[in-house]
């Protein structure tokens, strides 16, 4: 007889099978998890070993300290101060897409940026993960130390210690010594094949840019070990040592520059000129002692990130405050450029020293009067007596002809040729940005710039240093310096030597002859001669003293110089006169050169009155000690 079964409640029935069933799917799971993990361990260990390697070994890049440019005295004029950039390493952030947005609104809110601009920021970093991408610099020290605290909510979110370049002349100087600024777009790529990193800074204007490869220095690289935050932990190894940026000895004397700026910056004011520039030069060596133009800009405005609003209004302002007026500036010399002409005519013996032109107070050309700045004339008057009074009609008939004495004049080919080997026509090779090369004019250049003939007044006005002749004030500079030192044309130069970190001098720019001036030593005394008249005689011929004897012999110096006065095109006076530049070109001792200056104020009126006491005030300067140190 079979016995009965036992009977199972139902209830306990399904627990029992529940107890199965979860005992399969355990073992399941189980199964899946061992699998799982030789499949990490065994298959994809040595990945992932690699994987975190990556992620826990890294090479830093450390960047150099920019080098210190100092003036002639050791005058600080570029240094490097303490400031903090906010950057982003890519690989360190989450990956995301809107925990990435939550690290940049936070971010964003710490340091004053719409999470929109922190992620444009952070965008061109993704082509190097690996390298910080700068967000904003500088940011304050409360900002960074808010960023060290929250760091564990910011992954990725780097604070660097980053100097930020200083210039404590300012204004005074930011013309010569430019600005440096993040890599432009446009410059991004050739720069990164160069060896620059993207959140690089470079030199954009003036001395930092010229001298960019010397300042720049060398970026030194470690292997690190970092934490799960990206945060360096450890120094494993130095691969390439950090190399300062050498320092550099201008040639810029910057009490003579203060001087000069603020000598210039009175001219102007006085005669409501909206713009000048002044360039001093040593006529021994060809070394800049002072270059200012004005307006002028402070570039400490842009060493901490200058404002789209503040960069449009220097941008904007139509006397161009970041334009380099010292050396870019064309403008017509006026009578500044009568020492060519004189120099040509005598060399091409066109005339002698001794050849006398008797000035009526005008010439007549083809129905048309060419008239001098007296109406009454000077008289009879030979080429130093000519340059003293600085008689037009002189130099109308050296440099055009005068058929009434029979004078055969220069003609424009050959004036022109005297003309460049002064320097005109050409840049002169000083190393700072835009350097413009004037203009000397001919029939060729008049035929295809406008289209017109070539006419003896053309020659009248070149003579002159008007028409279409344009020169640079460093152009006027460098005439009147190789006309000092008995014509030697040096190429100017603004940086004197190179310093290591130590103050090791490692290298220095000897001076560099462009040309000697074919002009025979007796005619360049006998036009030297004529700008000593030109400063120190109360009378030349009768009635007129040297057109800077009044203005100029106050100040205690034995100087040479020549006035210029030159018409441009613009609004007539009420006795229908043109407006006119101001010049003045100079040099002292006159004996013993040892300063040459050029002068140059846009519309500001008589040569005499505006500009030759600026020369004085910056040669009294340099020879004696400037009067003044307040710029106004």
Known sequence: MTGAQPVVPVGRRITIDRVVV??????????????????????????????????????????????????????????????????????????????????????????????GDVRAAVEPGRADPFTPVRVRAPITRDQALILEEQHTRLPGVVVRFTPVRAYPEGILLGQVMGYVGPIPPALTQSRVADGYARDDVIG????????????????????????????????????????PGANLVLSIDGSVQRAAATALARAMARTRSPQGALVALDPTNGEVLALVGLPGYDDNRFATGISQADYARLAEDPWRPMFPHAIGGQVPPGSTFKMVTAAAALQERVVTPSTNVNCTGSITRNGLVFRDWTPQGHGPVNARQALGVSCDVYFYSVAGGNPFTGLQGLGMARLATYARAFGFGEKL???????????????????????????????????????????????????????????????????????????????????????????????????RA?????????????????????PLRTYGLDMAGKTGTAEFEGP??????????????????????????????YGGGEGSEAAAPVAGEVMRAYLVGPRSTTVE
């Open 204 to 243: 954009l204007a003036g001395v930092e840019a010229s001298y960019e490869a010397e300042l720049r220095g060398a970026s030194g690289r470690q292997q690190v070990q970092v934490d799960a935050m990206g945060r360096v932990t450890s120094v494993l190894d130095t691969l390439a040592p950090v190399v």
């Open 429 to 527: 090779g000083i190393r700072l940005p835009g350097e413009a090369p004037g203009l000397v004019p001919s029939a060729e250049w008049k035929r295809q710039a406008k289209n017109e003939a070539w006419y003896v007044g053309d020659e009248y006005n070149a003579g002159i240093g008007q028409g279409d002749v344009l020169a640079t004030p460093l152009q006027l500079a460098s005439m009147t310096a190789a006309l000092a030192n008995g014509g030697t044309l040096y190429r100017p130069r603004v940086v004197r030597e190179l310093r290591d970190t130590a103050g090791t001098t490692v290298k220095v720019y000897p001076p560099e002859v462009i040309r000697s001036i074919p002009v025979a030593a007796e005619y360049l005394a006998a036009i």
């Open 22 to 115: 979860l005992a399969m799917v355990g073992i399941a799971m189980g199964l899946t998890l061992v699998a799982r993990l030789w499949y990490l361990q065994i298959a994809t260990g040595e990945d992932a070993r690699q994987r975190a390697d990556i992620n826990r070994l890294r090479v830093e890049t450390t960047k150099p300290l920019r080098g210190i440019i100092y003036d002639r005295g050791g005058l600080v004029l570029a240094r490097n101060v303490s400031s903090f950039t906010a950057s982003v390493r890519v690989t360190d952030l989450p990956k995301d897409r809107a925990a990435q947005d939550a690290v940049f609104a936070r971010l964003g809110a710490i340091i004053g940026m719409a999470l």
């Open 530 to 550: 004529g700008m000593h008249d030109t400063s120190n005689a109360p009378l030349i011929v009768p009635g007129f003293a040297g057109t800077a004897y009044s």
């Open 572 to 601: 007539r006076d009420a006795k229908g006169n043109l407006p006119t530049h101001a010049l003045f070109v100079g040099y002292a001792p006159y004996q013993d050169p040892r300063i040459a200056v050029a002068v140059f104020l």
